[in-house]
């Protein structure tokens, strides 16, 4: 079986006036589509990011990703490498921080088909994430996924620094 890799993007803003303090910053989340994630909140966001074959390459993928799930093109910019994580689920995560302001209201999200009910025979298109928004740190390590919570804290450690 081959090894599931995503890539993703972790777009980060300063609040005016705070300078590189990591206390004046905010990260973009997205908060996952589909009838699973409908009334959860805490856990229920994510970095936006998806899966990529071993043939591309990964800032690729997760430039890629950023467009399918956000419906916008990627930020330009300073691409700051986060690493690597893997996730509970075995799949390796990698991804990259870009410095961008990115209006939610703009968001046209991808869709994904799956049969809901399940066992209904009846197949839905759902949205890869039907929300995205800013959050302070405090609040993202609160509602974000929890296996991508490292690199909440890498960048806020790249940003102190």
Known sequence: MTQKRSAGLFLFRRAAGDGAAAAGVEVLLGHMGGPFWER?????WSIPKGEYLADEAP???????????????????????????????????VVWAVEA?????????GTFSMEWPPGS?????????????????????????VSQVPFLERLLMLLND
């Not at 890629?64 to 093109?73: A, H, K, V, W």
């Open 40 to 44: 959860r909140d805490a856990g229920a």
């Open 101 to 109: 302001d990115l209006d939610p209201t703009l968001m046209r999200p």
């Open 59 to 93: 800032r690729d993928a997760a430039r890629r990703e950023f467009t399918e799930e956000i419906g916008l093109p990627p930020p330009e910019g300073a691409y700051l490498p986060l690493g690597e994580v893997r996730q509970s689920n075995g799949k390796l995560v």
């Open 121 to 145: 025979g009846r197949v839905q298109d759902f949205p890869e994430l039907d929300r995205v928004a800013w959050f302070a740190p405090p609040l993202a390590r609160n509602s974000m996924v």
